[in-house]
DNA sequence: TCGCGGATGAACT
DNA sequence: GTTCATCCGCGAG
């Protein structure tokens, strides 16, 4: 099957009214959505193609265990950035999704790069553009995005910032979620159904 | 394409 | 001291 490849249309704001406040949903409707960032003051953006969804309930979400000084951005209202470094060497960036108390959220794991490729593969030549934000840790590294952005409101920040273009996803595929150790059966990652920039294995982005 | 092991650092128990 | 929602390079098939 040939995959469709997003061509370049104007970008523009989404009101926030209009966001969901329900996490599955959340983690639905960000499919297809553009992430726009800042790299060294050049505009970068890529299409949301891969979330998944994490609920306050399960062990395997870090609201679990309550709130803490490092996850308190995912008890704020929904739409914020929960943002924080995993094993040391990757940050990943996460919307909060439910009302402000409620630490539940949705991981954003992979984007269509759209704009500013090659500033986002500055400094990292050997990784292929098609890789480059391809996986919640390298999608960080080409934005630049670190702890510096917790809290940000990403539906009316300047710098980092959830917009909408004319795209609509034709199919949305479901699937377990990936690296984790807790709640492993739960089917809460989405994705654009064929789109060539997913992460995980090739046998989780069939159907 | 896949599976494996090491690097890595901050938060939390 | 343990945990961790990852990445990279390597080698086998």
């Known amino acids: 099957m040939s995959a469709q490849v997003s061509t370049e249309r104007p970008v523009g704001r989404i009101a926030r009214s209009t966001v969901p406040q329900d996490t599955v949903t959340l983690a639905r409707w960000l499919l297809g959505l553009v992430l726009i960032g800042k790299v060294h003051g050049v505009q970068v953006s890529g299409r949301i193609v891969e979330t998944e969804a ?3 309930h399960e062990p395997a979400c870090h609201g679990f265990r309550g709130m803490t000084p490092r996850n308190r951005s995912l008890f704020l209202e929904h739409g914020r950035a ?7 060497t990757s940050y990943m960036l ?5 009302a402000a108390g409620i630490g539940s959220g949705v ?3 992979a984007l269509e790069p759209l704009t500013g490729i090659e500033q986002m593969r500055r400094g990292r030549t ?5 890789d480059v934000t391809r996986g919640p840790g390298r999608l960080a590294a080409a934005f630049h995005i670190d702890r510096r952005d917790d809290g940000r409101d990403l ?4 710098q980092l910032w959830i917009g909408r273009d004319s795209y609509e996803v034709a199919d949305v595929g479901v699937s377990v979620r990936i690296g984790i150790t807790k709640a492993v059966e739960e089917r809460l990652r989405f994705f654009v159904a064929g789109s060539r920039f997913l992460s995980g294995p090739r046998s989780l982005n069939a159907g």
Do not use: I, K, M, W
């Open 54 to 56: 994490y609920l306050q």
């Open 82 to 88: 929960y943002v924080y470094l995993c094993y040391g």
């Open 94 to 98: 996460n919307v909060s999704s439910e």
């Open 107 to 109: 991981l954003l794991r």
């Open 126 to 130: 050997h990784v292929r553009p098609a």
């Open 155 to 158: 539906f009316t920040d300047s």
